[in-house]
């Protein structure tokens, strides 16, 4: 299980994304027709994850990384198991897959998502 990219809250999207795109370069483009923008960090030949800018309004969750994974229910299981929690449970995206949220022990939040081939 590999961390895929990660996720920037934002308030104001288009500031945020101006704020990336000026410092580090990175460019952004919508992603379907929702509050999500995917973030372009570099070439991909270079190392390292994109990621992407998620309005607030969507889903109002802080900074995290979202890791893929073959079954997200047992992932779950596995989280409340040794002390975690869900933050957010599991819900389906057209095109995506299956993606939850939850809380390590120190109430850190990551992303989970399941790739489904009919998405």
Do not use: C
Not at 31 to 52: H, K, M, N, Y
Not at 62 to 73: A, G, M, T
């Amino acid at each position: 299980m590999k961390v895929i990219h990660f996720e920037i809250p934002a308030k104001d999207p288009e500031r945020i994304k101006h704020f990336y795109s000026k410092i580090f370069g990175w460019q952004f483009s919508q992603w379907r027709d929702v509050g999500f923008w995917v973030a372009l960090t570099g070439q991909p030949s270079e190392f390292g994850i994109d990621g992407g800018v998620i309005d607030v309004r969507e889903l109002d969750i802080p900074l995290n990384s979202v890791i893929e994974v073959e079954d997200i229910d047992a992932v779950l299981a596995k989280v409340k198991e040794k002390g975690g929690k869900v933050a957010v449970h599991k819900f389906f995206v057209q095109g995506a897959g299956y993606l939850a949220y939850f809380k390590d022990l120190d109430n850190n939040v990551f992303g989970l998502r399941q790739v489904d081939p009919n998405a």
